[in-house]
C-alpha cells in the first residue's frame, strides 16, 4: 500500500471504529453486526503491528469500551475492566497455548473454560458480604454507577451468603437475558407500539442503562459471575475453585464451566459448547480458556489491553452483513405467499447463504426492508436464515419497497388477504402448480403415504410435464411414463413403482393426514381416525360433530368441513379409493374403551423388546396420546434400560413410572 493510502486507511478504520464503539457502548445500538467490528478492529491492528510508527495512544487499538454515559455518576474502577483477546481459528488457540506453556515452563497447562456469554460487563463490589457498588465496563477505567438498577436484578445476591466474609470483594461478572424472556419481552414491546430490541445482548444493555431503576426492575436481567478482581481475603488457588467459592456464596456461575488440560481439552471443550449452543439458555458468541491456577495468571501478566493467560474462542458469526438483490414470492403447501429476500452469498452460521425468508408483508413493513438495502441476515443452528435487521444508512438512493403481487406469480391466480391476517395466499388451490408440487410431496412423504422416492425433483418434473395434477395420478403412474423424464433410470423407476404400490395398504390416519387439509396435522389425523373410524363417517361429519373429538376446536373443524364441501376433493378421494388404497376402518371410537384413552404418555430408555415407534404405535392405537417430553401433563412414564433426564424428572414430579411388561399389562385391559 502507497504510503498516503496506508495513512488514510488507518484513519478511516479509526474513525468508523470509534463511530461503532459510540453506537455499542454508549446508545446500546450496535450498526454492525459484532463480525463486521471484528473485522475492522483486526484490520486495524494489523495494520498498526505492521508500521508501529502509525500506533498512536488514541487509537481504538489502545482502548475499551466507550465513555460512559453523563447522566449517571462515575466509578473508576479499581482494577481495570479489560478485555480478551479473540481467536477464530484452531492455530490461534495453539499459538496461545504455546505462549502459556513457554511463559510458565511447563509441558502442559491446566485450563478452565466457559462460555463468553454474550452481554455485558459489569463489577459488583461487596463490603463485608453487602452489595454496595455496582457499575458497568465504560472504557474500561472508569465506568457507569448503576448500583440501583442491578439492585433489581434478582440473580445479584444484596447479601452474600455463608458467615466469613471478606472485608472487600470486587466480583465481574455478565448481565445478560435469557433467550426465551427476551422472545417475552419483545412481544410485550409490541404489543405496547414499543420498538422491538435486535437481540438479547442489545436488550440487556439498555435495560440496564435506565434512568428509572423502576424500568430495569421490569425487565428480565440476569447476572454470572467470570471472576474476581479484588479480594481482602486470600484466594483459592485456582479460577476454579474461585468460581466454585463464588457460588457457594450465592453468586450464579456458568453450569457449563469446567476445568480442563492443554490444547485437545481446549478444543474438545469448544466443539461440545459449539453443539450445545442452540440450546443453552442464553446467547454465547464463543467460549473463554484461562489458565487455571490464580499464581500462573499473575506470572503470565497482561499485554496492552488484555491479560496474556486467557483468551476467547470465537465462533462462526451467526450475523453478517449483505445486500438484498431482490424480494421474491414463494408458493406453500396451502398457498401462503412468502417473501423471500434473495440475498449476495455471505457466510454467515457456518454456511453460505442466499436466501433468507421475510415471513409476511407485515415483517417487511415492519423491517422496512428493500431491494438494494444492506441488512444483517442470522442464521442460528438449523434455523432458517432470516433478515434480522436492516443498516439504514447504507440504504441507497435508488432502493426500491417491496409489493405484494395481486396474483400469484406461479399460476397467476387472484391473491387473497383476509384484513385480519398476516398471511396473503393464492386462490388458486390445486389448479396452482405450486402448490400441487407441495400438496404432491406431503401426500408422499414418509409420515403420510410413505412413497420413497418420489421426492422433490421428480414432482417437479411430473408436475411440469403434465404427466400428474392430484395425488390420484401417482397411482395411474407406469414404466413408461417414468423413464423419459431426465436423470430416471429404469431401476430407480421401478423401485418408485414398488413403493407407490406399497402405499397403498395404509391407515385412515394416515390417509387423513396425506390429503393436507389446513389445519389438520399428524396428530389430528390421528385423533379424527379414531373418534370417527371411517372415512365416510369423517366426511358426514358436521361442525358439531367435529368439535366433540379432542383437540379440534372452531377453526379446525371449519377448515375440515370445507374442504370436504369442495366437489373436486371428494371426486380426487374417490379416485384414490378406485385405484385401490385401503385400510382397516373400524367403529368409532366412542364405543371402544381402554385404560390408556386420554392419557398422556412419555416414553424413555431402550425397551426389552418393542421400538418407540411400535409402542407408540400401541398406545395411540387404543387412544392413548405419547408426548416428547415430562411435563406435569404426563401420566405415565415408560423406561427401558439407560433411561435418563426424563426419568429423573417422572420422579421428582411423581409420575407413575412402567416397564415394559407394565405398559402391555396395561394395554390388554
Ligand atoms: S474474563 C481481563 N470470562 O468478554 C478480562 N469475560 O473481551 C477478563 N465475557 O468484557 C474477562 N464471558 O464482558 C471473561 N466467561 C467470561 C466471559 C467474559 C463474556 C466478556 C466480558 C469481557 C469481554 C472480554
Redesign the pocket.
Known sequence: MAADALLERVAALRSEIERHNQAYYVHDQPIIPDAEYDRLFRELQQLEAEHPELSSPDSPTQRVGGAPLAEFSQVTHGVP????NNAFAEEEVAAFDRRCREGLGVEVVDYAV????DG??ITLIYENGIFTCGAT?GDGYTGEDVTLNLRTVRSIPLRLSGTAQPEHLEV?G?VLIFRRDFEKLNQQQRAAGLKEFANPRNAAAGSLRQLDPKITAQRPLRFFA??VAASSAPLPETHAALMAQLHSRGLPVAEEAAAVSGLSGLLDYYARIGAARDSLAYDIDGV?YKVNRLADQQKLGFVAR??RF?I?HKFPAQEALTTVEAIEVQVGRTGALTPVARLAPVFVGGVTVTNATLHNEDEVRRKDVRIGDTVSVRRAGDVIPEVAAVVLEKRPGNAREFVMPATCPVCGSQVEKPADEAIARCSGGLYCPAQRKQALLHFASRRAMDIEGLGDKLVEQLVDHDIIKTPADIYRLDLGKLVNLERMAEKSAGNILVAIVQSKQTTLARFVYALGIRNVGEATAKDLARHFGSLDALIGAGEADLLQVSDVGPVVAASIVRFFAEPHNLEVIAALRGAGLAWQEGEAAAVVSSAVVGKTFVLTGTLPTLSRDQAKDMIEALGGKVAGSVSGKTDYVVAGAAAGSKLEKAQQLGISILDEAQLLEMLKT
Open positions: 475492566m479489560l478485555s480478551l466457559e462460555p463468553k456469554f455485558l460487563a465496563r465481574r455478565e467470570y471472576g473463554v488484555a491479560p486467557g476467547a
